[in-house]
């Protein structure tokens, strides 16, 4: 009789530490438990404050170019720079000539030379193309109001 119940007791505890074991491994490792949900929660915060910052670093180009228009930004700037004062290698050359402030009628006569192929310049003369006579009228009156360096 003794050594049934001894017999049972053990099995009982043998039970219970099973379930307890289990309750625990279950715990750990389920998806979607605690511990991931927490690990989940820190990497969103750190993409957003990443967007975050690359937001305000946007903002800021775009202060420094408040003055110039859409137009100017997606046909010119990319050779021009942002304000027009042209980019330069490390010697000082010039690889994009400074535009910014040149007078209204320079600028004009010389994008028509490009676009009409009287100046050849296979940079410009097929963006220039994509722009109408109109706007690069727009263009060149904004252009010579910007700031000179
Ligand atoms: C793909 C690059 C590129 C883009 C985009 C571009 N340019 Fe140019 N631009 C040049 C290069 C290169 C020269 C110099 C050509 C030369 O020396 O003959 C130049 C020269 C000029 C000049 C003459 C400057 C001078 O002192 O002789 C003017 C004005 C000008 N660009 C206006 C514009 C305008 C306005 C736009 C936008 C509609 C524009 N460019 C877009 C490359 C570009």
New binding site residues.
């Given amino acids: 009789m003794r050594a049934i119940r001894k017999a049972v007791k053990i099995f009982g505890f043998f039970i219970c530490g099973f379930i307890v074991f289990l309750m625990f491994y279950l715990a750990l490792t389920q998806k979607g438990s605690y511990y991931d949900d927490a690990k989940k929660e820190e990497t969103k915060t750190k993409q957003i404050s990443e967007e975050e910052r690359k937001l305000s670093e946007f903002q800021k180009s775009a202060i420094e170019v408040k003055s110039a228009s859409k137009?100017?930004i997606s046909?010119?700037?990319?050779?021009?720079s942002k304000n027009g004062r042209g980019i330069f290698d490390d010697k000082g050359d010039?690889?994009?000539?400074?535009?910014a402030a040149?007078p209204y009628e320079?600028?004009?006569?010389?994008?028509y030379d490009?676009k009409e192929g009287r100046?050849?310049?296979p940079?410009?003369i097929t963006?220039?193309q994509t722009?109408s006579d109109e706007?690069?009228k727009v263009?060149?009156d904004e252009?010579s109001k910007f700031e000179a360096q």
């Fill in positions: 137009l100017y046909k010119c700037s990319a050779c021009h010039v690889v994009f000539p400074p535009i040149k320079f600028i004009l006569q010389r994008v490009y100046v050849a310049n940079l410009m963006l220039l722009v706007n690069l263009l060149a252009i």
